[in-house]
């Protein structure tokens, strides 16, 4: 079904391609061949797909030491998006030691025996 699909739109088969070349890149957090491949983008490639793809270009650096350091600040984040959560639902707390204390014990800082 792909690859007739494909064949109906040489269009789709460039970006399909192109996509396929990128995520694979990607996936192998092979940063040379991922930037490589954004520069040498197709030039039949749908205008607004390359410039989307294009746009990743302006955060090169972010992401090269993405691919390169084993670091992230996902769960950082994710801690400050909870937090945010309960100060937004906590409005009904008389004091803000108890609003701490929950954030404490959701986040399995404090245990209660």
């Known amino acids: 079904m792909l690859d007739r699909l494909l064949s109906a739109s040489t269009a789709l088969k460039v970006a399909y391609q192109a996509f396929h070349e990128l995520a694979d890149a990607f996936r192998d957090k092979d940063h040379e061949s991922f930037f490589t491949l954004l520069h040498q983008l197709p030039e039949t490639l749908d205008k607004e ?3 989307k793809l294009q746009n990743l270009l302006s955060y090169e650096e972010g992401i090269r030491h993405s691919f390169i350091y084993p ?3 996902g769960k950082i984040e994710a801690k400050n998006t909870h937090i945010k ?4 639902v906590s409005y009904g707390f008389k004091s803000f030691e108890n609003m701490r204390i929950r954030i404490f014990l ?3 800082v404090i245990h209660v025996k």
């Open 85 to 88: 959560t309960l100060k937004r």
């Open 71 to 73: 670091y992230s600040n």
């Open 106 to 108: 959701t986040n399995q």
């Open 49 to 51: 797909f390359r410039l």
